[in-house]
């Protein structure tokens, strides 16, 4: 029994490296292309078999997260070849190394409504620990107790070193000796050139490297959260008073403020504060969701070092309810600030933000202050991933040159059409949607825009590793647009 315990800790490893190593073939040659496409959509499809069959060898408990994490990061790498928008396509890229980043969670125990925000924050730095320093350990074992294997494969070797360098010597005297020969040698090489064939190697290598320390905290059962080792300083009730109470009168004054522009309206808000509604806006929206932001941060680590628990669940408490009222106020704001200056990705996402700062802060009150720290962890967590991939599925982009394109037609705002082709393809359809209803000469710029930009003419990406949908429907809806295109931009080119 003692053996055979610990002989298969040693064949799962061996698995590891072998899957690790065929991930690292099939990564060269699915994402070599582009790193957005299909191909990585496949490539992620299949570390995600290969990881969820590992955990079932490992440890037939846990397989069934490590497959939910796995389809998470399928579904991010599959709305990527959806949009067409590099800012959405990087938010979803982001959930690949937090998907891992959860499968590692797991190796320590920690799981949905059993984890602590520092589990997350100590699993999000072992990503990049583990791609560079994880396979060693993983090879230690996988090469453990095979001495023959190891001497069979350094003679494979040296087979090789000695080998090669004679067949080099040797095509090339017979290919001086025939023409046939030599024509097919070059045609060979042509195709497989050896600098070519180094960089494949050499990107598998690497592509096999990062995935086996990554796969290796799904057959390891032995690790460990060292952030639970760090001591935490303790915090008495007079610091606590002190420390939070001030906060709770700086903000409630704040707030007091607040209550007049929300129901006071335009008059008040020039009366009291000196400012136009677009300088109220432009002045408070960013700065109250960082404040947001803070006083969670700091709820959190007040909570884990306070030793007067029921003095600081009152005053968070109250802290939180006056934050809430502050992102209120920073929504109006953000309504404002699309009135006056029109909306942009950057503004959309803050707003994303905002709402998921809401919940996290009502999520707060109903656990953390409760004394159920572990699922604000998890319900914080899922509300991220479910955010990030709303807002891709809502076609930021696409609302934003909508919002915008309203704003010009309805109300006779300036079009910044620069800004509105930067949008990329998923903002085509609802441009040319709009395009007739717009002045003249933003008619024209963007009919020139989308006939340079997205012209059927132009070169579409052949290799279906590389597809998008987006930019697949953009090139469609310029092409069956085109004369109608080409005579608007004829039209305002003559006249300058």
Known sequence: MDTEAAIEPTHLKRATVLSALLLGVLG??????????????????LAGIAATWLALQADPT????????????????????????????????????????????????????????LDHLYALVSVPVRALFGAVPLLTGATRGRGPALRRLAGVGRGLALALPLMWVFTGLLASAD???????????????????????????????????????????????????????????????????SLTLLFGGFVALQLGYLFGGQEVIQRVSGLTMAEYARRGFFELVTIAGLTLCLLLFAGSVSTSQRLYRSLALVLVGLVLVMLVSATQRFVLYIDAFGLSLDRLTVLAILLWLAFTLLLFSATVLQG???????GSTLAGVAMVLVFALINPAGWVA?????????????????????????????????????????????????????????DRKADWRIWNRAEVRARDGVSERERMLRVMTRGCLASR
């Open 402 to 458: 909508s919002v915008n394109l309203e704003r010009t037609i309805d109300q006779q705002q300036s079009l910044d059409t620069n800004y509105l082709m930067a949008l990329g393809a998923d903002a085509v359809p609802v441009v040319l949607e709009r395009l007739d209803a717009l002045p003249d000469t933003e008619r024209c710029v963007l009919s020139a825009n989308l006939l340079w930009r997205w012209s059927p003419a132009g």
């Open 62 to 117: 846990r397989w069934r997260p490590v497959a939910a994490w796995c389809a998470v990061a399928l579904m991010a790498t599959g709305l990527m070849v959806v949009r067409g928008n590099g800012f959405t396509q990087f938010l979803l890229f982001l959930l690949l190394p937090f998907a891992v980043s959860q499968i590692i969670m797991l190796g320590w125990g920690a799981r949905l409504g059993r984890s602590l925000p």
């Open 28 to 45: 060269d040659l699915l994402v070599r292309a582009g790193p957005v496409g299909p191909g990585l959509v496949v490539w992620v499809g």
């Open 179 to 245: 023409a046939g020969f030599n024509r097919f040698v070059e045609r060979t090489l042509d195709t497989f050139t050896v600098s070519e064939l180094s960089s494949h190697l050499i990107i598998a290598l690497l592509i096999a490297w990062a995935t086996s320390g990554w796969l290796a905290a799904v057959v390891n059962h032995n690790s460990e959260n060292r952030f639970r080792r760090i001591p935490l300083p303790s915090v008495g009730r007079d610091e606590t008073l002190i420390v939070l109470g």
């Open 372 to 378: 159920r720290l572990n699922w604000f962890a998890s």
